[in-house]
Nanobody
Framework: QVQLVESGGGLVQPGGSLRLSCAAS????????MGWSRQAPGKEREWVAS???????NYADSVRGRFTMSRDNAKNTVTLQMNSLKPEDTAVYYC???????????WGQGTLVTVSS
């Protein structure tokens, strides 16, 4: 099984930036798609971004143009560069990796991002 560990969360002022990292260990393939979702208190988990094994990225409308996802297959890590942060970006951010045959999704423990002045 694969294990995911997120890091990089913290407190940042509106307009600031943070970079989140997610390290994968265990059984893991570079061809697997990975991504980020977030969950704010009292709200449902929201998908944020994803990246395929071919480095193709997709973003939620709410973060497109502000967030950038990348992956380093040699290190089995993905990052989420978050710029121009807004208070509504405050949430626990979770990294995930998807597998197929069987279809599964593995989540990390999450890292808290708080955007406040």
């Amino acid at each position: 099984q694969v294990q995911l560990v997120e890091s990089g969360g913290g407190l940042v002022q509106p307009g600031g930036s943070l970079r989140l990292s997610c390290a994968a260990s265990g059984t893991f393939f570079s061809t697997n798609a990975m991504g980020w979702s977030r969950q704010a208190p009292g709200k449902e988990r929201e998908w944020v971004a994803s990246i395929t094994g071919g480095f193709s990225t997709n973003y939620a409308d709410s973060v497109r143009g502000r967030f950038t996802m990348s992956r380093d297959n040699a290190k089995n890590t993905v990052t989420l560069q978050m710029n121009s942060l807004k208070p509504e970006d405050t949430a626990v951010y979770y990294c995930y990796v998807t597998s197929y045959n069987p279809t599964t999704t593995t989540w990390g423990q999450g890292t808290l991002v708080t955007v406040s002045s």
